[in-house]
């Protein structure tokens, strides 16, 4: 067979079924193979970039996938090299494949030939151009074993179309995965990671996405209900927890965080993190404020991530799954023993903290205060939904507002945050997952960025909704400049002379998302937003498209953050909750 025809059997028994691309002559031979081997799904992006967004929404939505993307390795590869960044950013684990130019053309500056693989490098966990046909399998075997071993992450694949199109010996039938590596915490570790727990008074679980990745967030439950802590999810991690658990803190943060969750994190005097990497968004960058007066035991599955951002008093490299056994063995044990303290009545103050430090969500404000969107969401969509978002304003006020009871159902590019990675993104978590209902976030520029992926969602039936608060501002800039007193090249409103109805608000997102097939509704007045909802599920259903909602707000609200990026100094620029009525959909009623 060809090499192509072997890496397409080679991706079935990996247990690729779906892949999103857009093909060129350089590719095309793979793509004949995708045909004619069979087997494989194939959703045709508008833009490249889209298709390596969509790979990740893929394996973001449910734990074994992996989302692959295919182009050409010219601008289709730089294209993708931002869903690369996105992906290792996070760890997780997608397959990007490249048609190059012919191995004699590499060096003269052939049309469309780039060194792809060079490019990717510094955003990849590998990043191969194959020059002998004979290494296509070895490569591709070598590509899932990477991925998925130790800290997950992308790889990068280069075909020549020579390369492509060479017959090969390979029997498919006979092929293996190879064994996938991941170190494992050693009984002594554990013991001596809990024997910190046994020495503290106020000790807290910080959550992290490799938590979700290595699919034991029920190990996580029960670890924490074993032993009374309560847990601080990262934004990462969020879902590992359920948001409505009696251990469950909150977040920390300089901006995705809770108030109440940042008071917890300070009164505590032990950290165990758990496949979380100190990102700092989460600890800011007042170390001493994040740090002081408490210890900290580390646990991550790559080795050097430990010690990266400061020195913990006890790290471990081992896979969250793994420790987590461990961790509950040793639990059990000492709670046989009668040796493990009691924590109920420091668990009782965070929640006690959870019911008290609220930020308001219900204004009546028009233009819409973006507060009472997220306070409406909240009352349209239950528990199973799983919310798709990127960067902003609109990305930080979810995460203060939004409630997530389950794990992956918060899907977010949380290092990189690309504008536009929102629409392709839940077009790939929609693929994976059509039974979970999948509700998107975005702010208008976010989603102008790629707006032409709605076009693939129309064609291919993938319903959701998806929620657009649209200011006209680049709001999370505009409110970044202002500690340097300026409001300069963010501001997007002017008179469509197509709309007036929308004033200064600029750009028509309903005309032009009907345009690309999909259905949409305008919302002006807070009361109509719960009712817009709902219709916006029934169209999604009835027609098998993605509804925008889109909520005209106010154009300035600053969101709550911290100035100083110090995690112990947030500033809350809007009136706090001080009556229940105030923030009616908060995770517990507020208590006076």
């Given amino acids: 067979m060809t090499a192509a025809a072997a890496a397409v059997e080679i991706l079935k028994r990996e247990g690729v079924e779906q892949a999103f691309g857009v ?12 045909k004619n081997v069979g087997g494989i799904n194939h959703t045709l992006a508008r833009h490249v970039e889209g298709a390596s967004h969509m790979a990740e929404g893929y394996t973001r939505a449910k734990a074994g996938n992996i989302g692959v993307c ?47 693989a060079a490019i990717a490098k510094p955003v990849t966990k590998a990043a191969t151009t194959v020059l002998e046909a004979a290494q296509v399998p070895g490569v591709f075997q070598q590509a899932f074993h990477l991925m998925r071993s130790g800290r997950p992450g992308p790889v990068l694949i280069d075909l020549p179309i020579d390369v492509q199109l060479t017959e090969i010996e390979f029997d498919p039938e006979t092929y293996q995965p190879l064994p996938v590596y991941k170190p494992s915490a050693t009984r002594a570790q554990a013991e001596k990671a809990l024997r910190f727990l046994l020495e503290s008074e106020r000790p807290l679980i910080v959550a992290g996405g490799g938590i979700i990745n290595a699919d034991a967030t029920d190990l996580l439950v029960e670890f924490a209900e074993l032993t009374g802590v309560p847990v601080i999810s990262t934004l990462m991690g969020w879902g590992s927890i359920p948001d409505d658990h009696e251990l469950a803190a909150g977040m920390v943060g300089v901006q995705t965080a809770h108030r109440y969750g940042n008071e917890t994190f300070l009164a505590s005097d032990f950290v165990l993190g ?26 991550d599955v790559e080795p050097t991530q430990i010690g990266k951002i400061f020195a913990p008093d006890y790290g471990i490299a081992s896979d969250a799954k793994a420790a987590l056994e461990l961790f509950i063995e040793v639990a059990e ?26 930020r308001r969500t219900h204004f009546d404000n028009v233009p819409i205060k973006p507060q ?35 794990p992956r159902h918060w899907i977010n590019c949380g290092q990189a945050g690309p504008l536009g990675w929102t629409i392709p993104a839940a077009i ?44 006209a501002y680049l709001g999370l800039i505009r409110q970044a400049q202002i500690g340097l007193d300026i409001n300069f090249q963010v501001n997007l409103e002017f ?21 690309l097939g999909v259905k949409a509704i305008r919302v002006t007045d807070p009361n109509e937003l719960g009712a817009a909802f709902e219709e916006a599920k029934k169209l999604a259903a009835e027609h098998s498209v993605p509804v925008v909602v889109e909520a005209i707000l106010e154009r300035v609200t600053n969101i709550s953050m911290s100035r100083t990026v110090d995690m112990s100094n947030v500033t809350e620029f809007e009136e706090l909750a001080t009556l229940p009525e105030h923030a009616p959909t908060a995770i517990k009623p507020l208590a006076l």
């Fill in 372 to 406: 009472r969107v997220y306070e409406e969401m909240n009352r349209a969509f239950g528990p199973e939904t799983r919310y798709v978002t990127t960067i902003g304003l609109s990305q930080i006020a979810a995460a203060q507002f939004l409630h997530v009871y389950k």
């Fill in 274 to 299: 758990i496949g979380n990497r100190w990102a700092n968004r989460h600890t800011g960058y007042n170390m001493e404020a994040y740090t002081k007066g408490r210890k900290f035991v580390h646990v």
């Fill in 23 to 34: 093909p060129g002559a350089a590719i095309n031979p793979f793509y004949r193979e995708l």
């Fill in 70 to 116: 295919i182009g050409t390795s010219g601008p289709a590869g730089t294209d993708m090299i931002t869903g690369l960044y996105s992906a290792i950013a996070d760890s997780i684990p997608i397959l990007c494949i490249t048609g190059q130019a012919p191995v004699s053309k590499l060096h003269k500056e052939d049309f469309q030939a780039v060194d792809i």
């Fill in 495 to 515: 008179e469509n002379i197509n709309t007036p109805e929308i004033g200064v608000y600029g750009v028509d997102h309903v005309k032009v998302a009907e345009g």
């Fill in 333 to 358: 044990e000492l709670k046989a023993a009668g040796t493990l303290p009691d924590f109920s009545a420091w668990a009782a103050s965070a929640q006690e903290r959870k019911a008290t430090l609220q």
């Fill in 428 to 471: 790939g978590a929609a693929t994976a997952d059509p039974e979970t209902p999948i509700v998107a976030l975005s702010g208008d520029y976010d989603f102008q960025f790629m707006i032409e992926e709605l076009a693939v969602a129309a064609q291919h039936k993938v319903p959701y909704v998806h929620v657009l608060v649209n200011n």
